[in-house]
């Protein structure tokens, strides 16, 4: 990959890969745009969208932001790829582009700085919001069993044991943060464009097996909106087929020899994924996807099924029990969201 670093940069490149997203990149642009921190460029990259997306991209009236076309669909990784080789930025903010950033999000992430200057990465909290609603019903953080109450160093073992493929693991591959673009060109890093799925997380860990200080705050400045075809909504067992196979080429990595306790956890959670999580949601999906006869197979092949299922029941009942709470009551809300 070939970058260009130049004397004239913005502080911050927001990154936005697009496809078929008419109805939400105007927003995704727009809140870039009006961000508190205005001295940055927005690159949208549109990979091939057969709907109108680029019109509605271009139709905004910004010198700030330049629009990339492809000609075919490469993917998102791809996608960011491109957008990465052109940024003149000090910062990365990746930004998917059916979600959007609350108002102060640069200033607040680039506010770390001040306290931890050696920062190559900085995330923050996101915001969970239904396609439609009018508020946030939950955070990435609330939603885990983690409780983190100040900006915390993220190391690779953490990164991966706490990304935990159940209910309650804090998955910081979700999570968008600035990334230093320096960083990125010092050791030639780039998203892997074999991955389809969950590249954002094994871009991060490839950052951080190079040595990068990334750091989390509690507070959410990010929404993710979930909407049929976001990665909320993709099959789960899907997303750990793709799991299990960028595992096993991550670990091949010639960099991964100097990092034995991470390689075992790898393997360690490869194995746990094939023997015990992979056949449990594969009946989830089954079951979500009204296949009884298939569902009721999976449970008798797959006894441990059951063991998850209750150890997850708890769960599922709050989860359902906060929602109906929620619907009916119009005054609760969550600060900040439009």
């Known amino acids: 990959m070939k970058y260009y670093l130049t004397n004239m940069s913005p502080k911050v490149s927001i990154i936005i890969p697009a496809y078929n997203v008419e109805a939400y990149i105007s927003q995704a642009i727009c809140s870039a745009l009006a961000q508190t921190e205005t001295d940055l460029e927005v690159i949208v990259v549109d990979d091939a969208s057969e709907d109108q997306t680029v019109a ?51 200033e607040k992430l680039l506010q770390v700085q001040h306290v931890r200057p050696n920062a190559d990465m900085i995330a923050d909290d ?19 069993k983690e409780r983190i109450s100040g900006i915390k160093k993220i190391d690779p073992i953490y990164f991966v ?41 094994w871009f991060y860990l490839n950052c951080l097996v190079h040595g990068a200080n990334f750091f989390f705050v509690p507070q959410p400045y990010y929404f993710y909106r979930s909407h049929n075809g976001s990665l909320v909504t993709i099959d789960k067992s899907k997303r750990l087929d793709q799991f299990s196979q960028a595992a096993q080429v991550f670990l091949q990595k010639e960099i991964m020899n100097g990092h034995s306790d991470l390689a075992q956890l790898l393997a360690k959670r490869l194995r746990f994924i094939e023997e015990r999580i992979k056949p449990y949601y594969c009946v989830v999906d089954q079951l979500k996807n009204y296949k009884w ?38 005054l609760r809300r969550i ?4």
């Not at 940024?87 to 930004?95: E, P, Q, R």
């Not at 990304?163 to 990334?179: E, H, N, Q, R």
């Not at 197979?297 to 709470?325: E, T, W």
């Open 126 to 144: 996101v915001y969970y919001i239904k396609e439609y609603a009018v508020s946030p019903w939950s955070t990435l953080l609330l939603e885990s």
């Open 56 to 106: 509605v991209a271009k139709a905004i009236p910004d010198t700030r932001v330049q629009v990339i076309i492809n000609q075919q669909n490469d993917g998102a990784s791809a996608a960011r790829n491109q957008a990465i080789r052109v940024a003149k930025g000090d910062w990365l903010a990746l930004l998917d582009a059916d979600d959007w950033f609350a108002p102060d999000r640069l």
């Open 335 to 338: 600060s900040g969201t439009r």
């Open 161 to 201: 044991d706490k990304d935990i493929p159940i209910a309650g693991g804090l998955y910081l591959g979700l999570t968008k943060p600035l990334v230093k673009r320096k960083f990125l060109v010092e050791n030639d890093i780039e998203y892997d464009e074999s991955i389809r799925l969950s590249q954002d997380f």
């Open 293 to 330: 006869g298939l569902a009721v197979v999976g449970m008798i092949k797959n006894p441990c099924f059951f063991v998850h299922f209750l150890s997850q029941a708890p769960y599922i009942l709050m989860r359902r029990f906060r929602d109906i709470n929620r619907n009916t009551d119009p």
